[in-house]
């Protein structure tokens, strides 16, 4: 495995290629889609429980406040926006925050619990991916009133897109329901999935985007809280069936998305492989200075997730930097730090 010492040099020598004279972004713009990993605040304005929008969440955040990110402090995408050169985050867009000029530079549509399949996100009261795409929609008619239509146009066209969702169809509704495990194989939900992503990414095509970037499933059977859940009772180690159908899926995605940039032309689409860099810190903490990585710092560290995750939960700890996962299914400030580096890494063609 590539130390931590190696990724931050190499993210180092990245950044020095980045640079820019005038200290302007890298891009015009970042807009972001998809679900609680890179939800920023969307869910803090809907009538759903899956919120994060109270302590301890955000407690090390730069506020020290909760924000409604599912982390105790920033996400991957946080960190993306920094190293893209923004002075500031993309704003939640039913937040109050995204108005004026604060929106030129892009926003985020993302809605923890929502995924490529549509239902999962109405099960939870969130927002679907069509109704993120409407939102974007909305945006650009506002860029191109402030700006007009040419400077918009090169907003849309340089600005990066990052779309971040699959988990939550798989964990949050395929395994626990029925009504879907029992009427679809795990190889054949992928293959509705990727219907729907590549619907999505021909639509932001056709709306102008073409710098694009998927992140590929984390390892779902090694997440605590799928571990619990799905796992065998007493078994600590990462559950394989869940495992396999995330590698499965993640090479189709990859297949997908080969297709995908061969029939639209001018596109820039990357996977970011989402899955390796964090299974190995899940396998090989110590490498890059974390010490525990099957339990999670809120409360006991099995399936804590939004309201489980709260003020009250016992036993939450003091220093999360040790911790790989900050609840049951998400990574801590410190592991997305890490995730984000490895991302940056793999998507410089986004900017090239």
Same mark, same amino acid.
Not at 18 to 23: A, I, K, M, P, R
Not at 109 to 124: E, H, I, M, P, V
Not at 307 to 328: E, K, P, Q
């Given at each position: 495995?590539? @130390?931590?010492?190696? $990724? ?18 890298? %891009? ?25 929008? =109270? ?30 050169? =923004? ?26 619990? &929502?995924?490529? +399949? ?15 795409? #409407? +939102? ?7 860029? %191109? ?7 918009? !146009?090169?907003? =849309? ?16 509704? +395929? ?9 679809? &194989?795990?190889?054949?939900? @992928? ?24 992140? @590929? ?15 065998? &009772?007493?078994?600590?180690?990462? $559950? ?16 997908? @998305? ?14 970011? !492989?989402?899955? #390796? ?49 900050? !609840? ?25």
């Amino acid at each position: 495995m590539v @130390s931590r010492i190696c $990724v931050l040099g190499a993210f180092a020598v990245v950044s020095m290629v980045l640079s820019v004279v005038d200290g302007d972004p890298v %891009v015009p713009a970042l807009s972001i889609f998809g679900d609680s990993v890179v939800d920023v605040g969307n869910n803090n304005n809907l009538r759903t429980f899956i919120k994060a929008n =109270f302590l301890p969440y955000g407690r090390d955040y730069i506020t020290h406040a909760p924000t409604g990110r599912f982390c105790n402090g920033k996400l991957a995408t946080d960190f993306t926006a920094e190293y893209l050169g =923004f002075s500031s985050y993309p704003p939640a867009y039913l937040s109050k925050e995204a108005t004026g000029n604060r929106i030129l530079t892009g926003v985020n549509f993302a809605s923890a619990a &929502s995924g490529y +399949y549509d239902t999962t996100a109405k099960l939870y009261r969130a927002v679907t991916l069509t109704q993120q795409l #409407q +939102y974007y929609k909305e945006w650009q008619s506002k860029v %191109v009133n402030m700006v007009g239509r040419s400077k918009a !146009d090169a907003i =849309f066209s340089g600005g990066i897109h990052l779309l971040s969702a699959g988990s939550s169809d798989f964990i949050q509704n +395929y395994y626990i329901n029925p009504f879907l495990n029992k009427r679809y &194989s795990p190889d054949k939900f @992928s293959d509705i999935l990727l219907k729907s992503y590549t619907s999505f990414i021909q639509n932001l095509y056709g709306l102008g985007a073409r710098r694009i970037g998927v992140t @590929s499933l984390p390892p779902l059977g090694c997440l605590p809280g799928a571990i619990t859940l799905f796992g065998k &009772s007493g078994s600590n180690g990462c $559950v394989t069936r869940l495992d396999n159908d995330t590698v499965s899926f993640n090479r189709k995605l990859n297949t997908t @998305s080969e297709n995908l940039k061969a029939s639209l032309g001018g596109l820039k689409l990357v996977v970011f !492989d989402i899955y #390796q860099p964090l299974l190995d810190l899940i396998s090989h903490p110590s490498d890059t200075g974390f010490f525990e990585a099957r339990k999670a710092c809120c409360g006991t560290g099995i399936v804590e997730t939004s309201i489980l995750c709260n003020a009250r939960a016992r036993g939450t700890c003091s220093n999360a930097t040790g911790y790989v996962f900050w !609840d049951g299914f998400h990574p801590s400030e410190a592991a997305n730090e890490i995730l984000a580096e490895a991302l940056l890494l793999q998507g410089f063609q986004l900017i090239s």
